[in-house]
């Protein structure tokens, strides 16, 4: 009796905490560790996986010119505009709304939140039609009506406007959870905060959101950018979603996502799509350590 | 007058003998009503009786020989029949026919008659019952649509223009004398019993002095919609409704419990019921139905007991608007007293006939309205040219000085034909919004003339267009689609109401979800647990498709062959990948996409179907042995094309009449007229429009082809695409796009063809189907012509398209090959094939055309027989893909190439050669990876497929 007590007492966390960890194991623990093992195979779904060393990251930094002429710079492009950009805008339109009455500002999160939400469906429903590519597009027909363009353009097709077109729309439907992780931080900054610093010679509300609001919002703003750098790196679907096919014309949309399937799907080779998922994991664990050391408050 | 009454009495003792049909024993129920129907359609109304022909007065117009049978003038497609009527006076007539169909298939027939005063399509409605004894319920417990039954009575049937909006009977006015009349080209053989010439007379008012209440408190006498015994279309069909106002129901299975108004709602489509009164009576009629496509104008039913029209109110009666309930509609005065009918004890009929007869008129006008506004748009343009310059301002008026006042004129008649449909509808029709739209948008026009040239997308161009709405709203007021619960004959006061209650309904709609995981709703899922006994086959077709597969096995297949067999439908293609990889896929599948086969049977998951000795025999003789190009590897050919593709050229008549365009044989000749339809803003359609990103390879490999091309070198080590041959076809496919000014996005050729704005194009045989059942006003404006090739040196044209389509494959890893292939063969045998497209289509409807592999079925299917030669000639002119591991690089290179081309003025030579390049090292890569290639030697040979080594092997096998 007195053991059992003990080893409740004791191990109590253990079980506590065993629904989770069950969880968190067979979901993320587990099909990281099959991916790191297979990228070590060649495994084309159907045959058992072949070991074959090291070849598979020796492929991808040698041979895949795909790759690197592509998919590399575009997701790195991407990165740096989405990621960053769609954060900053949520940022500055969490603070805007931080400063309108309640229930406006209520309709108008809802508003600028739900693209996120709905952006999957909306995308090929949408701006397939309004960036169609003859002259029943509403883009174009609009352009041609104001005489910018006298013919059609290919929006979705043309290599020079599809990457374009993807960051548009990904900005679009950036403000995540972490702009309304933002907007919850921004209001909870406490109040008595602004007025010292105003005591101490804040003189405007730029010097007031630098010194006071993000200071005091960090947790948030963590959470905000490990969310947009997962969501920008691990969202492929815009560009096979508006030029209909993976890959992209000219693999000019083609982000790494894109790249994985690419090889999953359609080429079946699940080893090298496994090595390429390792990579994606390592690019995204860097980004976020990044941005641990901007926002942490260790 | 007294000797004239002498004669019809004694032509119809003489008629009598010879032609009153004999009735046959009848051996069950439906039996028994079907001999009743036929008996009581024969009788005549002896007020309305002038003159019976008898077949034995006809006349023979052509071959003699093969036209007289026993019991009925046969009349076959090449024959004609001539009688002769003797009219005592002059005045108005109705003809009726007695006939027998000759054939074991029939699908909307149709013969022509012609005297005197004209000629005219008469439609010749069909007799079809349900085979209900047959499989009525499936494995799962649920009712499944019963296989239609074509009976074999004798239908009685007015002559009715078939062109008619009306189901009414056509008026002959005819002159007193004699008069010939002519019958031929009946769309199938049939058999004339007799023509009975009859008056035509008003039907009677009804007024209540002649049926008295009579409350005996008799209890209503209930008629199922779904237990109709006569229908004149074999897709009118039963259905199952979830709504908790439906009578029967029941949550764990799917029940057919009423008659489904999408397949019952052309002109001239009847269906008839049967009923037994115990107590004669005076009798009210009532009917629980549901109305949901026609919002604010009701549908139009004529109603007939026992073969007549007993009251006018009974002719062209309204079933208003009910969205998705089921409500009760009592025939019933003014005053809100039911209407009844004397009805004497025993067996009585009762059908119902959809006619769109009060809309007629508004049909009419607003399709003529709808022509002009296109006469006027082509005008207007032959003045503008292909002029996109929106600050451009036309003095319009200067050309066409009337044009205000026509299109005022046009909105006017829209505007009255809205009123028309008010006051027949006594509610506001809001569905017709339609047509204030248009009038508004006409009004707006004629406003300001001078924007009539820039504002065409108002007028008739594009789906906006007041002529796009109004076509649109003309096809919809033509159908009139009524749902059919249950039909209630009640001698009560009142009808029998039912209520359903809130929280029933509440109910029932828990206990359908709950249901929903169980039983019956679980049907024909892919499931890891299977009985050993069965073969699995999965399917990649919707349910519809896998039910009516799995009826026909049960019948067909299993009791001869002893193999039970069980069908899923396959949510996603990827599952069979999958499934395959934790060793639970199915024995075969079918309906498998193309390159499935290959990338299975390249990683040794699939049988080689040439194992089996029959196999090669089999599709010799069947099939095109070019569609096993896309299965073969390494000399084993791992799947059997089951149904076909074909790509060819889809042209408007009308349009290019007007264009005085011909119908382009060459590409030479696309090229030529492609000015001619720029200048009307007009376009041309080709595949590779129609996918936005990936220009798939069937789309641009045929251009390839034609120019005498390969795609890849014999032996598989690198790809043929930078040949002088493909090179030219390559230029071809960009220059069109480039230099012509073929529409390079056009995601929409259906509607845009239908529209005018693509009069010709080349399409598939989806497209087919869609222009054939869901594009009626231009119904034969249209027509079909073989793919625009290339002249070759030897002067014929070289028109190669790709064909294939979904293919079945065999499992390697199966227990029962040589279970799956008996089955996979007695599938896709001619008779079963023929037998599953009439089966599909007598369901489901003529939509449902099924484009079989095996050539030698196809030939018997229903398709027009001018398209079906144009088909068989694109097929001898199929030319398949041979895959290959690295083939969807070659694939994404020649469309990246093409990108490079058309949309980065890249120069075809240098996107040809990149694409190369990329394309060898990809095969070098993979074939590496496949042990064909190992440290750059060859270890094992490749080959790339042709026909002639296909046909090689089938000759070693015989």
């Not at chain 1, 664990?285 to 901007?294: N, Q, R, Y």
């Not at chain 2, 000797?3 to 019809?8: P, V, W």
């Given at each position: 009796?007195k053991?059992?007590?003990?080893?409740?007492n004791?191990?109590?966390?253990?079980?506590?905490?065993?629904?989770?960890?069950?969880?968190f194991?067979v979901?993320?623990?587990?099909?990281?560790?099959?991916?790191?093992?297979?990228?070590?195979?060649?495994?084309?779904?159907?045959?058992?996986?072949?070991f074959?060393?090291?070849?598979?990251?020796?492929?991808?930094?040698t041979l895949?010119?795909?790759?690197?002429?592509?998919?590399l710079?575009?997701?790195?492009?991407?990165?740096?505009?989405?990621?960053p950009g769609g954060y900053?805008?949520?940022?500055v339109l969490?603070w805007?709304?931080?400063q309108?009455?309640?229930?406006?500002r209520t309709i108008?999160a809802?508003?600028?939140?739900?693209?996120s939400?709905?952006?999957g469906?909306?995308?090929?429903?949408?701006?397939?039609?309004?960036?169609?590519g003859?002259?029943?597009?509403?883009?174009?027909?609009?352009?041609?009506?104001?005489n910018?363009?006298?013919?059609?353009v290919?929006?979705?097709?043309?290599?020079a406007?599809?990457?374009?077109?993807?960051?548009?729309?990904?900005?679009?439907?950036?403000?995540?959870?972490g702009?309304?992780?933002?907007?919850?931080?921004?209001?909870?900054?406490?109040e008595?905060?602004y007025?010292?610093?105003?005591?101490?010679?804040?003189?405007?509300r730029?010097?007031e959101?630098?010194?006071?609001?993000?200071p005091?919002?960090?947790?948030?703003?963590?959470?905000?950018a490990?969310?947009?750098?997962?969501a920008?790196?691990?969202?492929?679907?815009?560009?096979?979603?508006l030029?209909g096919s993976?890959?992209?014309?000219l693999?000019?949309?083609q982000?790494?996502?894109?790249?994985?399937e690419d090889?999953?799907?359609?080429?079946?080779e699940?080893?090298y799509?496994a090595a390429?998922s390792?990579?994606?994991?390592?690019?995204?664990?860097?980004?976020?350590?990044?941005?641990w050391?901007?926002?942490?408050?260790? | 007058?007294?000797?004239m009454?002498?004669a019809?009495?004694?032509t119809?003792?003489?008629?009598?003998?010879?032609?009153?049909?004999v009735?046959?024993?009848a051996?069950?129920d439906?039996?028994t009503?079907?001999?009743?129907?036929e008996?009581?359609?024969?009788?005549?109304?002896e007020d309305?009786?002038?003159?019976?022909?008898?077949?034995?007065?006809?006349?023979?117009?052509?071959?003699d020989?093969?036209?007289?049978q026993?019991?009925?003038?046969y009349?076959?497609?090449?024959?004609?029949?001539?009688?002769?009527?003797?009219?005592?006076?002059?005045?108005?007539?109705?003809?009726?026919?007695r006939?027998r169909?000759?054939?074991d298939?029939?699908q909307?027939?149709?013969?022509i008659i012609?005297?005197?005063?004209?000629?005219?399509?008469s439609?010749?409605?069909g007799?079809w019952?349900s085979e209900?004894e047959l499989n009525h319920?499936d494995?799962?417990?649920?009712e499944?649509?019963?296989?239609?039954?074509?009976?074999?009575?004798?239908?009685t049937?007015?002559?009715?223009?078939?062109a008619?909006?009306?189901a009414?009977?056509?008026?002959?006015?005819?002159?007193?004398?004699?008069?010939?009349?002519?019958?031929?080209e009946p769309?199938?053989p049939?058999?004339?019993?007799a023509?009975?010439?009859?008056?035509?007379?008003?039907?009677?008012?009804?007024?209540?002095?002649?049926?008295?209440?009579?409350?005996n408190?008799?209890?209503?006498i209930?008629?199922?919609?779904e237990?109709y015994?006569l229908?004149s279309?074999?897709?009118?069909?039963?259905?199952n409704?979830?709504?908790?106002?439906?009578?029967?129901r029941r949550?764990?299975?799917r029940?057919?419990?009423?008659?489904?108004?999408?397949s019952?709602k052309?002109t001239?489509?009847?269906?008839?019921w049967?009923?037994?009164?115990?107590?004669?009576g005076f009798?009210?009629?009532?009917?629980?139905?549901?109305q949901?496509?026609m919002?604010?104008?009701?549908?139009?039913?004529?109603?007939?007991?026992n073969g007549?029209?007993?009251?006018?109110?009974?002719n062209?009666?309204?079933?208003?608007?009910?969205g998705?309930?089921?409500?009760?509609?009592?025939?019933?005065?003014?005053?809100g007293r039911?209407?009844?009918?004397?009805?004497?004890r025993g067996?009585?009929?009762?059908?119902?006939?959809?006619?769109?007869?009060?809309?007629?008129?508004?049909i009419?006008?607003?399709?003529?309205?709808?022509?002009?506004?296109?006469?006027?748009?082509i005008?207007?343009r032959?003045?503008?040219?292909?002029?996109?310059?929106?600050?451009?301002?036309?003095n319009?008026?200067?050309?066409?000085?009337?044009?205000a006042?026509?299109?005022?004129?046009?909105?006017?008649d829209?505007?009255s034909?809205?009123?028309?449909?008010?006051?027949?509808?006594?509610?506001?029709?809001?569905?017709?919004?339609?047509?204030?739209?248009?009038s508004?948008s006409?009004?707006d026009l004629?406003?300001?003339p001078?924007?009539?040239?820039t504002?065409?997308?108002?007028?008739?161009?594009?789906?906006g267009?007041a002529?796009?709405?109004?076509?649109?709203?003309t096809?919809?007021?033509?159908?009139?689609?009524?749902?059919?619960?249950r039909?209630?004959?009640?001698?009560t006061?009142?009808?029998?109401?039912e209520?359903v209650?809130?929280?029933?309904?509440?109910?029932?709609?828990i206990?359908?979800?709950v249901?929903s995981?169980?039983?019956g709703?679980?049907?024909?899922?892919?499931?890891?647990?299977?009985?050993?006994?069965e073969l699995?086959v999965?399917?990649?077709?919707?349910i519809?498709f896998?039910?009516?597969?799995?009826q026909?096995t049960?019948v067909?297949f299993t009791?001869?062959?002893?193999?039970?067999?069980?069908?899923?439908v396959?949510p996603?293609?990827?599952?069979?990948i999958?499934s395959?990889?934790?060793g639970?896929?199915p024995?075969?599948?079918?309906?498998?996409?193309?390159?499935?086969?290959?990338?299975?049977?390249?990683?040794g998951?699939?049988?080689?179907?040439?194992?089996f000795?029959d196999?090669l025999?089999?599709?010799?003789?069947?099939?095109?042995?070019?569609?096993?190009?896309?299965?073969?590897v390494?000399e084993?050919?791992?799947?059997?094309?089951?149904?076909?593709?074909?790509?060819?050229?889809?042209?408007?008549?009308d349009?290019?009449d007007?264009l005085?365009?011909?119908?382009?044989?060459?590409?030479d000749d696309?090229?030529?007229?492609?000015?001619?339809?720029?200048?009307y803003?007009?376009?041309?359609f080709?595949p590779?429009?129609?996918?936005?990103?990936l220009?798939?390879?069937?789309?641009?490999?045929?251009?390839?082809?034609?120019?005498?091309?390969?795609?890849?070198?014999?032996?598989?080590?690198?790809?043929?695409?930078?040949?002088?041959?493909?090179?030219?076809?390559?230029e071809?496919m960009t220059?069109?796009?480039?230099?012509?000014?073929?529409?390079?996005?056009?995601?929409?050729?259906?509607s845009?063809?239908?529209?005018?704005m693509m009069?010709?194009?080349?399409?598939?045989?989806s497209?087919y189907?869609?222009?054939t059942?869901?594009?009626?006003?231009i119904?034969?404006?249209w027509?079909?012509a073989?793919?625009?090739?290339?002249?070759?040196?030897?002067?014929?044209?070289?028109?190669?398209q790709?064909a294939?389509d979904r293919?079945?494959?065999i499992?390697s890893?199966?227990?029962?090959?040589?279970?799956?292939?008996?089955?996979i063969?007695?599938?896709?045998?001619?008779s079963v094939?023929?037998?599953?497209?009439?089966?599909?289509?007598?369901?489901?409807g003529?939509?449902?055309?099924?484009n079989?592999?095996?050539v030698?079925?196809?030939?018997?299917l229903?398709?027009?027989?001018e398209?079906?030669?144009?088909?068989?000639?694109?097929?001898?002119w199929?030319?398949e893909?041979?895959?290959h591991?690295?083939?969807?690089?070659?694939?994404?290179a020649?469309?990246?190439?093409?990108t490079?081309?058309?949309l980065?003025?890249?120069?075809?030579?240098?996107?040809?050669?990149?694409?190369?390049?990329t394309?060898?090292?990809?095969?070098i890569r993979?074939?590496e990876e496949?042990?064909?290639?190992?440290?750059?030697?060859?270890v094992?040979e490749?080959?790339?497929?042709?026909?002639?080594e296909?046909r090689?092997?089938v000759?070693?096998?015989q």
């Amino acid at each position: 009796m007195k053991d059992i007590l003990k080893f409740v007492n004791g191990k109590s966390h253990w079980i506590m905490l065993s629904p989770y960890l069950l969880l968190f194991t067979v979901f993320i623990v587990l099909p990281i560790i099959s991916a790191v093992g297979l990228s070590f195979t060649q495994f084309d779904t159907i045959q058992f996986p072949r070991f074959v060393g090291m070849q598979n990251y020796i492929r991808l930094l040698t041979l895949d010119s795909v790759f690197m002429q592509h998919v590399l710079p575009n997701t790195i492009e991407y990165a740096l505009i989405v990621g960053p950009g769609g954060y900053i805008l949520s940022f500055v339109l969490a603070w805007i709304l931080a400063q309108v009455t309640k229930v406006n500002r209520t309709i108008l999160a809802i508003i600028i939140y739900s693209p996120s939400l709905t952006a999957g469906v909306i995308m090929t429903a949408v701006w397939r039609v309004i960036f169609s590519g003859d002259q029943m597009g509403y883009f174009n027909s609009v352009l041609m009506r104001m005489n910018l363009i006298a013919e059609p353009v290919q929006w979705l097709q043309s290599p020079a406007h599809l990457m374009t077109l993807i960051m548009i729309i990904a900005l679009w439907s950036s403000m995540g959870v972490g702009f309304l992780a933002m907007l919850a931080g921004i209001l909870n900054v406490n109040e008595e905060l602004y007025e010292a610093a105003y005591i101490d010679g804040v003189r405007n509300r730029f010097q007031e959101v630098i010194y006071v609001t993000i200071p005091s919002m960090k947790p948030q703003m963590l959470f905000g950018a490990v969310m947009s750098i997962v969501a920008t790196f691990s969202t492929g679907g815009i560009g096979v979603a508006l030029s209909g096919s993976n890959p992209t014309p000219l693999y000019s949309g083609q982000v790494i996502v894109n790249h994985i399937e690419d090889y999953g799907f359609i080429r079946f080779e699940m080893g090298y799509a496994a090595a390429l998922s390792v990579v994606l994991l390592f690019i995204i664990w860097g980004a976020s350590k990044v941005a641990w050391s901007l926002f942490s408050d260790s | 007058m007294r000797s004239m009454s002498f004669a019809i009495a004694f032509t119809l003792l003489l008629t009598a003998f010879l032609c009153i049909p004999v009735s046959t024993s009848a051996t069950d129920d439906i039996d028994t009503d079907l001999r009743f129907i036929e008996d009581s359609m024969s009788l005549i109304n002896e007020d309305a009786f002038v003159y019976e022909v008898c077949w034995t007065d006809f006349i023979s117009e052509k071959d003699d020989s093969v036209s007289k049978q026993p019991d009925g003038f046969y009349l076959s497609k090449i024959s004609a029949a001539s009688f002769e009527v003797n009219i005592p006076e002059d005045g108005k007539y109705h003809l009726q026919i007695r006939y027998r169909f000759e054939s074991d298939w029939i699908q909307n027939e149709s013969l022509i008659i012609r005297w005197k005063g004209g000629e005219f399509v008469s439609a010749l409605s069909g007799a079809w019952t349900s085979e209900r004894e047959l499989n009525h319920v499936d494995r799962y417990g649920n009712e499944i649509t019963p296989e239609p039954g074509l009976t074999d009575i004798s239908i009685t049937s007015y002559i009715r223009d078939l062109a008619s909006l009306a189901a009414a009977p056509y008026t002959f006015e005819l002159s007193e004398g004699v008069h010939r009349f002519y019958l031929f080209e009946p769309t199938v053989p049939v058999a004339i019993e007799a023509v009975t010439v009859l008056r035509k007379l008003p039907l009677p008012s009804y007024s209540s002095e002649i049926s008295p209440p009579n409350v005996n408190g008799t209890e209503p006498i209930v008629i199922e919609g779904e237990d109709y015994i006569l229908k004149s279309d074999s897709h009118i069909r039963a259905a199952n409704s979830r709504s908790s106002y439906v009578y029967p129901r029941r949550g764990d299975v799917r029940l057919l419990n009423v008659l489904d108004g999408s397949s019952w709602k052309h002109t001239g489509q009847k269906v008839t019921w049967t009923f037994m009164v115990d107590v004669p009576g005076f009798y009210g009629l009532s009917f629980r139905y549901s109305q949901d496509s026609m919002e604010g104008i009701p549908v139009v039913r004529n109603i007939a007991i026992n073969g007549v029209i007993p009251f006018k109110h009974f002719n062209n009666f309204l079933f208003p608007y009910t969205g998705n309930r089921f409500e009760t509609l009592t025939m019933s005065e003014n005053d809100g007293r039911p209407q009844r009918i004397w009805l004497d004890r025993g067996r009585h009929i009762i059908s119902m006939e959809a006619d769109a007869a009060p809309y007629s008129d508004i049909i009419l006008n607003l399709r003529k309205i709808v022509t002009e506004l296109n006469d006027i748009g082509i005008e207007i343009r032959k003045v503008t040219g292909n002029n996109r310059d929106f600050n451009r301002t036309w003095n319009i008026t200067r050309h066409i000085p009337d044009i205000a006042e026509r299109l005022n004129g046009w909105a006017d008649d829209i505007e009255s034909s809205f009123l028309m449909l008010h006051q027949i509808s006594e509610t506001i029709p809001a569905i017709a919004v339609n047509l204030r739209m248009a009038s508004a948008s006409l009004r707006d026009l004629a406003d300001n003339p001078e924007q009539i040239p820039t504002s065409l997308s108002r007028l008739n161009a594009g789906s906006g267009s007041a002529a796009q709405m109004l076509s649109d709203f003309t096809i919809r007021l033509s159908e009139q689609p009524l749902s059919i619960d249950r039909i209630v004959l009640f001698s009560t006061d009142m009808p029998p109401v039912e209520s359903v209650s809130f929280f029933d309904k509440v109910w029932a709609v828990i206990k359908s979800f709950v249901m929903s995981f169980f039983g019956g709703s679980q049907s024909h899922a892919v499931t890891a647990n299977m009985p050993e006994d069965e073969l699995q086959v999965w399917v990649n077709r919707p349910i519809q498709f896998v039910e009516t597969m799995q009826q026909l096995t049960d019948v067909g297949f299993t009791p001869q062959s002893g193999v039970k067999v069980r069908f899923s439908v396959m949510p996603n293609e990827q599952k069979l990948i999958l499934s395959n990889a934790s060793g639970t896929n199915p024995d075969a599948a079918l309906g498998v996409s193309l390159h499935i086969p290959y990338e299975m049977a390249l990683r040794g998951a699939l049988h080689d179907l040439t194992q089996f000795e029959d196999f090669l025999p089999t599709v010799a003789r069947d099939f095109k042995l070019e569609s096993l190009i896309p299965f073969w590897v390494d000399e084993g050919i791992y799947g059997i094309a089951e149904t076909q593709d074909f790509y060819v050229l889809m042209y408007r008549k009308d349009v290019l009449d007007k264009l005085d365009l011909p119908i382009p044989q060459t590409w030479d000749d696309v090229k030529e007229m492609m000015p001619v339809l720029q200048r009307y803003s007009m376009n041309f359609f080709l595949p590779m429009a129609g996918w936005t990103g990936l220009k798939p390879l069937h789309t641009t490999a045929p251009f390839l082809f034609q120019n005498g091309a390969n795609l890849y070198a014999p032996d598989g080590l690198s790809s043929d695409i930078s040949s002088d041959e493909a090179l030219r076809g390559f230029e071809l496919m960009t220059e069109l796009f480039t230099i012509y000014g073929v529409a390079i996005d056009s995601p929409n050729f259906y509607s845009n063809f239908r529209q005018s704005m693509m009069p010709v194009g080349i399409a598939n045989f989806s497209t087919y189907v869609m222009l054939t059942h869901a594009a009626p006003e231009i119904a034969r404006l249209w027509d079909i012509a073989l793919s625009p090739g290339i002249q070759s040196d030897e002067g014929d044209i070289v028109r190669y398209q790709v064909a294939a389509d979904r293919a079945g494959i065999i499992f390697s890893n199966s227990q029962k090959k040589d279970e799956a292939w008996q089955f996979i063969r007695w599938w896709l045998s001619r008779s079963v094939q023929v037998r599953y497209s009439q089966a599909m289509q007598a369901r489901f409807g003529p939509e449902y055309m099924w484009n079989t592999a095996n050539v030698a079925a196809f030939s018997e299917l229903d398709f027009p027989s001018e398209h079906k030669e144009v088909i068989l000639e694109q097929w001898s002119w199929a030319r398949e893909i041979p895959r290959h591991p690295a083939g969807y690089m070659l694939e994404r290179a020649i469309s990246n190439a093409w990108t490079e081309v058309v949309l980065n003025g890249e120069s075809a030579r240098i996107a040809l050669d990149r694409a190369t390049m990329t394309v060898n090292r990809e095969i070098i890569r993979k074939l590496e990876e496949f042990g064909y290639i190992s440290n750059g030697r060859v270890v094992r040979e490749y080959r790339i497929p042709s026909v002639e080594e296909i046909r090689k092997l089938v000759l070693q096998n015989q």
